[in-house]
C-alpha cells in the first residue's frame, strides 16, 4: 500500500504543469553572457595581483568565486592547503587559512 503511495504521489509532482511565466524567472543570454563577462574580467584584474614570491613552489589548486569575493587555493609538496582570498579594494591578497593535508584526496 505504501509503495502505490509513494507512485501515485510522485506521479502528481511530476506531471505538474509549470506556470506560464517560467520561463521569466531565467536570466536572458545576454544578461548571463554580461555577468560572464564581469566575473572573468575581476578574475584577470585579481590573477594579477597574486603574490607569486609567497607562492613560489606552490601548485594552483583553485581559483573560484563565492559571492562577491575571490579566493584562491594553493597546494604544497606535502599536500598541504593555503587559501588566499582578494581585497579588490586594495588589490591585495590574504592567506585566510592553511589546512594540513587540504589537497590529499581521502580514500
Given amino acids: 500500500m505504501i509503495k502505490i503511495i509513494i507512485v501515485f504521489l510522485f506521479t502528481f509532482v511530476a506531471c505538474?504543469?509549470?506556470?506560464?511565466?517560467?520561463?521569466?524567472?531565467?536570466?536572458?543570454?545576454?544578461?548571463w553572457m554580461a555577468s560572464m563577462d564581469a566575473s572573468l574580467e575581476k578574475w584577470i584584474?585579481?590573477?594579477?595581483?597574486?603574490?607569486?614570491?609567497?607562492?613560489?613552489?606552490?601548485?594552483r589548486a583553485g581559483f573560484f568565486e563565492i559571492g562577491d569575493s575571490i579566493y584562491s587555493h594553493h597546494c604544497d609538496s606535502h599536500g598541504n592547503m593555503i587559501r588566499l582570498k582578494y581585497n579588490e579594494e586594495n588589490n591585495t591578497w590574504k592567506q585566510?587559512?592553511?589546512?594540513?593535508?587540504g589537497c590529499v584526496e581521502s580514500l
Fill in 16 to 31: 505538474g504543469v509549470p506556470p506560464e511565466d517560467w520561463k521569466d524567472t531565467r536570466p536572458s543570454d545576454e544578461q
Fill in 96 to 101: 585566510i587559512k592553511y589546512e594540513t593535508l
Fill in 45 to 59: 584584474v585579481a590573477s594579477q595581483y597574486l603574490p607569486k614570491e609567497k607562492l613560489q613552489g606552490l601548485q
